[in-house]
């Protein structure tokens, strides 16, 4: 996770004309229409795009506008790899991990729940494979002019694992048998989802839809009443395709592809995604995957263990728990789409 390209955070209306209610009842009172409004900046190294359903409220957007950048902050800080005095960083630079540590609520409720999903995957999902995504190119340490020699990858796999860290729920404590370096890069921008969600919730927002670098959260519906609809892509490097239309009614929506973070070395291409149990890029067909769960940082997490995972693999075990998961797999002649039995109700077009 990074904080690098912040822009400054602006208001955007989302609907140009803004119209009064005429009430036909006694005293011809008027009520303001509610509209969609859009706030947005950038954070984490990508973008995020709030969408709110209120009246027009400019004194109430400007608030809006600034909580929101101010919770996405304190996640940066607490869980950013690229800070190296974020909370995560000063726990990873630890030489002695032995002992107990305290952490932040927020930081142990995401940790937390990255143990629930690797033990849920198999170790699929893995946020100590740190040093092998670094080792790779795909962290804070410059890229490799080559491809990391066998012998390094193999020591590292020796001392990384998620069964090495060791939670206190009462204490909100960590430790490790072995130090460990902790990226939390495929669970956090999920979690900075679900922050903003309930700072919303906490500011009386009765419907929205939260976006950020594609991982949504919605709540409520449209003015009109029509529920959110969004869009899973079809895989490309070049313009954005729709590939599918999902409806999302108080859900969270999260998507993993090998698409778009990759570098192409002596003709081999490497997927930022690493397998934590071979410590190498992943290099199956499947191209892309997407998860909905009643969390953002559950859907992260999952789409992220899921593409790990490989089709065959993951699409049993989504079928096997009634998870709803959309897969798009690079087939002979093209791509080829698959859905868990969960996930066919979202679809609308």
């Not at 740190?130 to 390094?152: C, I, Q, S, Y």
Request: glycine content about 8%.
């Amino acid at each position: 996770m990074t904080s690098r390209m912040y822009r400054p955070v602006r208001v955007v209306v989302a609907s140009v004309i803004m119209t009064l209610a005429v009430a036909a009842l006694a005293g011809c009172s008027f009520q303001e229409e509610e509209k969609v409004w859009e706030i947005s900046g950038g954070i984490f190294g990508t973008t995020y795009h709030i969408n709110v359903v209120l009246p027009q409220d400019d004194a109430k957007l400007k608030i809006l506008a600034h909580g929101i950048r101010s919770e996405l902050e304190r996640v940066d800080n607490a869980m950013s790899t690229w800070k190296q005095d974020s909370e995560l960083s000063m726990l990873n630079h630890k030489q002695d991990q032995s002992s107990w540590t305290a952490l932040s609520a927020p930081l142990f409720e995401v940790i937390s729940r990255a143990q629930d999903v690797s033990a849920f995957t198999g170790g699929a999902f893995d946020v100590t494979v740190g040093p092998v995504v670094n080792l790779w190119g795909f962290g804070p340490d410059a890229r490799p002019k080559t491809t990391p020699p066998e012998e390094a990858l193999a020591d590292l796999l020796e001392v990384t694992g998620w069964e090495f860290l060791e939670l206190d729920a009462e204490t909100r404590s960590i430790r490790s048998k072995k130090p460990q370096y902790i990226d939390l890069s495929g669970i956090a921008k999920g979690y900075g989802v679900d922050v903003v969600a309930r700072y919303l919730d906490t500011e009386g927002i009765q419907a929205y839809l939260v976006e950020i670098g594609g991982e949504v959260r919605t709540r409520g519906r449209k003015p009109d009443g029509a529920i959110w609809r969004l869009a899973v892509e079809t895989p490309s490097e070049q313009a954005r395709q729709v590939n599918k239309i999902v409806a999302l009614d108080n859900r969270s929506m999260a998507t993993s592809g090998d698409y778009r973070n990759y570098y192409e070395s002596e003709g081999q291409r490497y997927s930022h995604t690493i397998d934590p149990d071979t410590g190498r890029p992943i290099s199956h067909q499947l191209a892309s995957v997407t998860v909905i769960s009643d969390d953002c940082m559950t859907a992260d997490a999952l789409a992220t263990a899921f593409n790990v995972m490989g089709f065959d693999r993951a699409m049993g075990l989504a079928t096997r728990e009634n998870i709803p998961a959309y897969f798009i797999v690079r087939g002979e002649a093209g791509f080829e789409v698959h859905s868990s039995p969960a996930f066919s109700s979202y679809i609308v077009q």
